[in-house]
């Protein structure tokens, strides 16, 4: 039997976790694609016996039968069959069934049915039809693998490292070798680049990695005042974009009887953490999408390809443990290395201790994340800007 406690945490959460009154026979599909999205991402539970509306339990007539049929189904529509396990919860004289799915290293598991395969994935509280690119994703993943440690097909002799190797040494006082690029994972025994080699290389060998920078007139998206687009290796987008919101910054600061006060309207090392985690953790496998850098007059909003990785986005990351979990494991492994970054998924809890450490720093200030299923969006507000936080 599940514990008291935990009990109460499944009626609270809502993202790993899916309430039903009953077990819908005639229509399966309406919990089963839960069962896919669930071992496709980060595990979870359906709970069947209690009103998703009001959290009430309502409990099952007969809760065992329930639960050989949801094992035959499971066994029957799920390709290849998860792991799964069930219980039974009694609360106030009333059955209740938990079908507990954990996440796995060989996804995608498809609901097979009417002759159609379809993958699910997680995103918020729904279990959704997966995209093309995370579906690639999922297959990619299954193989014990990610993308950015493929072969990129590239020969290494068509790369330089001249900005890598710069800021390296720069950073770690320490000279970069050759074979380091063999032991960082960026080119093969063969000789060919990864395609996180790729990306780290100074010339823009893979079409997607640029970054878009705009600056608009007032809070929407109606005139441009200045724009940019910015291609090539991974560190000289980091540069180039940093360099853009620092051209559209303004900065004050307050003299007092002793000393002054700097008004930044961002802090430097959040906005810098923000890029990094959009291009180290941005999907790479959709080429028709780049990371964009949004200046308008009240805030900074940073959105790259592919939603939150791993666990669901917590409502407050201040509040809530965010897993370390990374997409593209060599290239943070390089970042980490260049000390951009922590091993231990922190980056979101730094975007708002640095902005929280600025001087003009006001609770309404707080930044924002959000998980927009193909997106994730990081907006930071001008500590400046004496207008409210309007947003598109």
């Not at 959460?13 to 991402?41: G, H, I, M, Q, Y």
């Not at 923000?274 to 999408?289: F, K, M």
Request: with cysteine; aromatic share 10%; hydrophobic share 40%.
């Amino acid at each position: 039997m599940i514990g008291v406690c935990m009990f109460e945490r499944l009626l609270i959460e809502k993202t790993d976790c899916e309430f039903k009154v009953v077990v819908e026979r005639a229509k399966p599909k309406s919990w089963l694609k839960s069962v896919s999205a669930f071992a496709n991402t980060v595990g979870g539970t359906i709970v069947f016996g209690i009103d998703d509306e009001t959290r009430q339990v309502r409990g099952l007539a007969n809760a065992q039968d329930d639960a050989e049929f949801v094992s035959e189904k499971i066994k029957e529509r799920i390709d290849p069959i998860p792991r799964v396990f069930v219980d039974f919860e009694n609360s106030d004289g009333k059955d209740v069934l938990l079908v507990k799915v954990s996440a796995d290293v060989h996804p995608p598991y498809y609901y097979v049915a009417d002759g159609r395969r379809e993958a699910f994935v997680r995103i918020g509280n729904q279990s959704v039809l997966a995209p093309s690119e995370v579906l690639n994703e999922l297959i990619i993943t299954g193989t014990n693998r990610t993308w950015d440690e493929i072969d990129s097909r590239i020969p290494a002799c068509r790369a330089s490292f001249t900005v890598l190797k710069a800021v390296f040494a720069q950073r770690t006082r320490i000279d970069m070798r050759e074979s380091d690029l063999l032991s960082f994972g960026l080119v093969t025994e063969e000789g060919m680049l990864t395609n996180a080699g790729a990306l780290l290389a100074d010339e823009p060998l893979l079409r997607h990695s640029r970054v878009f920078c705009t600056r608009w007139d007032g809070l929407f998206k109606d005139d441009i005042v200045d724009t940019a687009e910015y291609e090539g290796g991974l560190l000289i987008l980091l540069r180039e974009a940093r360099a853009f919101v620092k051209r559209h910054t303004v900065e004050s600061w307050e003299k007092l009887p002793v000393g002054r006060i700097d008004r930044r309207s961002y802090s430097d090392r959040a906005v810098e953490e923000a890029l990094v985690n959009a291009l180290i953790h941005r999907s790479y496998i959709d080429r028709g999408s780049e990371v964009q850098v949004d200046v308008y007059d009240n805030r900074l909003e940073i959105v790259s390809p592919g939603g939150k990785y791993g666990a669901p986005l917590p409502l407050d990351v201040m509040e809530t443990f965010v897993p370390s979990e990374r997409r593209n494991p060599v290239i943070a492994d390089v970042f980490h290395r260049l000390q951009y970054m922590e091993r231990r998924g922190s980056g979101l809890r730094k975007i708002c201790e640095m902005t929280a450490a600025e001087d003009a720093y006001k609770p309404e200030f707080k930044p924002v994340f959000e998980d927009l299923g193909g997106f994730f969006r990081v907006t930071l507000f001008d500590m400046n800007y004496r207008g409210g936080n309007e947003t598109a």
